[in-house]
């Protein structure tokens, strides 16, 4: 979709190279995702799950289910005894603290007693896991795969470095709030979750020189938006370094470092919809999706996507 004027052109993935030019920049987050998805059964019998969030300290933060019935002290057992979970006092957000203890290295117990973290619209775990898993991925952290980089093959990134395009990558770990619906009215009052990033000096520098040049930077995904902008000087350049970003892009925002953005199709009330309306524009954006379900086009995480230039 062509942003200025709304133009909608219909084209297969595999012709992204195309509408790319050479001094460009394609930045995409190279964030792995971790099996942290965890099945068993309680002690007392009976189905239960635990998602791990993210480290806090000695302790893991977590979703659990059933929840109301795994009191403070219970003790689940997964993978034979891979990784023993105690399960903790609940916090402000819903979600459980948790002690995780496991055998040896914690990558090779989750490998051993986990499950991707697919959406929870996917019903059943994936006969190979590496679906939910860009072929670019490189560091552990995430639990949720930054899903507009699940369409490119490592051919095509070879044939769009080929065309004089620079392909350079950050990484922010997606987490569950990033796909957390706004249920409040006044999206002001909306919180994200906080997500980690880091951008090293060496892609800092290519992004700033291609932008400096006169080249595009063409962010793949939500997620490769929220970490250039957080980065984002207002001279329009972005500083390496690590921090944390709660930012939440609404229409109105003014993108600094953002040209162009390939972007999956999202659900209503979603933080990922907002971010892409106010790239784009939100009747621009209502039309373009329109016309995607005119022709059946599929949505969500292993659905179709969208180029914005």
């Known amino acids: 979709m062509r942003g200025d004027t709304g133009t909608i052109e219909h084209r297969f993935f595999r012709d992204l190279p195309e509408y790319l030019h050479a001094g460009d920049v394609l930045v995409l987050n190279d964030t792995k995702v971790l099996p ?14 635990v998602l791990l969030l993210r480290s806090v300290g000695e302790r893991w933060e977590a979703l ?23 399960i903790g006092e609940p916090t402000a957000q819903g979600t459980r603290l948790v002690a995780v203890r496991h055998e040896g290295d914690l990558r090779a117990a989750l490998d051993r007693a986990g499950e991707m973290p697919v959406p929870p619209y996917i019903e059943r775990p994936l006969d190979r896991p590496d679906d939910y898993q860009t072929v670019y991925a490189a560091h552990d952290g995430a639990v949720a795969a930054p899903t507009a980089g699940l369409h490119f093959t490592p051919a095509l990134l070879d044939e769009i470095r080929g065309r004089g395009v620079r392909v350079v990558f950050v990484t922010l770990h997606v987490g569950l709030g990033t796909f957390r619906g706004v249920e409040v009215e006044d999206v002001t009052r909306h919180r994200m979750d906080a997500e980690e990033y880091e951008l090293s000096e060496e892609e800092a520098a290519a992004i700033n020189a291609g932008r400096s040049a006169g080249g595009r930077i063409v962010a793949v995904g939500t997620t490769v938006v929220r970490t250039l902008e957080s980065a984002a000087s207002d001279g329009a350049t972005v500083a390496a370094g690590r921090g944390r970003t709660e930012l939440f892009i609404t229409p109105g925002f003014r993108f600094r470092v953002t040209d162009a953005l390939v972007t999956n199709f999202h659900l209503p009330r979603t933080t990922l919809l907002m971010l892409v309306s106010a790239f784009a524009g939100r009747e621009r954006i209502l039309a373009a999706y329109e016309e995607a379900v005119r022709l059946r086009y599929r949505f969500y995480s292993f659905g179709d996507a969208m180029l914005i230039v």
Do not use: H, K, N, Q
Not at 38 to 48: A, D, F, K, N, Y
Not at 73 to 80: A, K, P, Y
């Open 64 to 86: 659990v289910r059933p929840g109301r019935r795994l009191r403070p002290g219970t003790r689940l057992s997964f993978g034979g005894g891979a990784i023993d979970i105690t």
């Open 36 to 49: 942290v998805r965890l099945r068993g059964r309680r002690p007392s019998g009976g189905e239960v799950e």
